[in-house]
């Protein structure tokens, strides 16, 4: 297994800016020193809390500042983006980090969004279809040219050409089976968000369909996770409102964009959401406990080949809570993870 880090970057307590990206920025960096094996940069736009609105530039700011731990994005939101843009931004980024990137797209679910940018939600399929295909052009090496319903491109030419070649590994994220699907037929890596057989087993068909062996792709589950020796319960009650915004969002978001509620944290619809209801969406225990957990979800799905760390909620100390954190999970449950 390979153990991954990943923050979201959301500032709810309206801390200085620079001094709360620069403390993101120094936990990433004490991550690599820890032994992860990954560093993700997430996206998202026009938040209140800032939500990590430039990959770009924190990923730079992360290729200065470490050695040798590979950098990726977690996600794109490949239908906003120019595709053809990213594969030369992306290409750049590759050869700064000397070939350390990994690329991961995915559709989006936040509605938001695209009313900003002046596309209907309904076009995400066709979007992420047709920004996969001009991504991978992009990379190619040579001129290319592409005309489809939201590309017409001709003799189009991206140097430089990313440093590892064929392309910086790609994967694409999805909560949903047809996503999966999709993901597998372009023989990208699957980071997903579900347990269900029938989602793995639609990436396992797209694999089949590109030609693509399962020896050759990894698989990702993210685990949102506090070690610690503390009373559960305690910690959960100091940092309640905190895991609540966190996962609040993503419930609001989804159900706005009419996709399905994943843990079923809202089963009555009419009735407000509620911290309670997000109580077992971070595993908040000792380590192991946390062990034990981990390897349920490794024994249900076998083929994962590395899990994602969530990182702490926003608002959570930086430099003492989420570094004791972060640190405990590293020395006390991601050696036995990278044994499986």
């Not at 032994?35 to 990923?59: K, N």
């Not at 190619?140 to 050409?161: E, H, M, N, W």
Request: hydrophobic content about 40%; aromatic content about 12%; overall charge negative.
């Amino acid at each position: 297994m390979k153990v991954s880090f990943t923050m979201d970057f959301r500032n709810p307590r309206g801390e200085p800016w620079r001094a709360f990206w620069e403390d993101r920025l120094w936990l990433m960096g004490e991550a690599e020193a820890m032994g992860f094996d990954q560093l993700l940069i997430q996206e998202h736009y026009f938040t209140y809390d800032g939500y990590a609105p430039s990959i770009p530039i924190f990923q730079t700011a992360l290729i200065e500042r470490t050695k040798s731990v590979d950098i990726g994005s977690y996600t794109y939101v490949l239908p906003l983006h120019n595709a053809a843009q990213l594969a030369q931004e992306t290409a750049v980024l590759d050869q700064m980090s000397d070939g350390r990137l990994h690329v991961c797209v995915g559709a989006g679910h936040r509605p938001a969004e695209y009313r900003v940018w002046g596309y209907n939600p309904k076009t995400r399929p066709s979007r992420m279809e047709e920004g996969l295909q001009v991504l991978k052009l992009g990379w190619s090496g040579g001129p290319f040219s592409f005309q489809g319903r939201y590309y017409d491109l001709k003799d189009v030419v991206i140097a430089p050409t990313p440093l590892q070649q064929p392309h910086p590994p790609l994967w694409v994220a999805a909560t949903m089976p047809a996503a999966a699907e999709r993901a597998g037929r372009y023989g990208a890596n699957l980071a997903g968000v579900s347990d269900r057989p029938e989602f793995y087993e639609a990436y396992f068909r797209g694999l089949a369909q590109a030609g693509v062996s399962r020896d050759a792709v990894r698989l990702s589950a993210s685990c949102g996770c506090t070690v610690t020796d503390e009373d559960p319960e305690k910690v959960w009650q100091r940092n309640r409102e905190l895991h609540f915004e966190r996962w609040r969002f993503y419930a609001e978001i989804r159900e706005e964009m009419g996709d399905p509620d994943l843990e079923g944290h809202r089963p009555d619809k009419a009735a407000p959401l509620t911290p309670e209801q997000f109580r077992g969406a971070d595993l908040i225990a000792d380590a192991s406990t946390v062990i034990a957990a981990l390897r349920q979800r490794k024994d249900a799905a076998p083929w994962l080949t590395d899990f994602v760390h969530s990182g702490p909620a926003g608002g959570i100390d930086i430099r003492t809570e989420a570094y004791e954190d972060l640190k405990k999970f590293a020395e006390e449950v991601m050696p036995t993870l990278k044994g499986w």
